[in-house]
């Protein structure tokens, strides 16, 4: 499956931003569907994910209660709602799939991977 991320941008603080993941072929809904971050200088983390039929969902605790991620099976695409950001939000945003049901949070278990979003969130 390939991906395609979209919808970062600036944002000021306190504001809110939905970047989306659009997949391509059929097999989305046979996927379950990651965010990672990753700053400038730091290694990439596991911001939420979301099981293949939307029926569980996990976030990091740096954004729990901020941030929530959904999928539209239909339109091969998952989103991250990410409301109240904080400058220390501030990152290249990556959607990934996996296939397998393996811990969430490891990004060696994903199988594919979009091209990054950029959010920057000023003070």
């Known amino acids: 499956v390939q991906l395609q991320a979209s919808g970062g941008g600036l944002v000021q603080a306190g504001g809110s931003l939905r970047p989306s993941c659009a997949a391509s072929?059929?097999?989305?809904?046979?996927?379950?569907m990651g965010w990672f971050r990753q700053a400038p200088g730091k290694e990439r983390e596991f911001v939420a994910a979301?099981?293949?039929?939307?029926?569980?969902?996990y976030y990091a605790d740096s954004v729990k209660g901020r941030f929530t991620i959904s999928r539209d099976n239909a339109k091969n695409t998952v989103y991250l709602q990410m409301n109240s950001l904080k400058p220390e939000d501030t990152a290249v945003y990556y959607c990934?799939?996996?296939?397998?049901?393996?811990?969430?949070?490891?990004?060696?278990?994903?199988?594919?991977w979009g091209q990054g979003t950029k959010v920057t969130v000023s003070s």
């Open positions: 990934a799939a996996r296939n397998s049901a393996s811990s969430v949070y490891t990004t060696t278990n994903y199988d594919f």
């Open positions: 072929g059929r097999t989305f809904s046979s996927y379950h």
């Open positions: 979301i099981s293949r039929g939307a029926a569980y969902t």
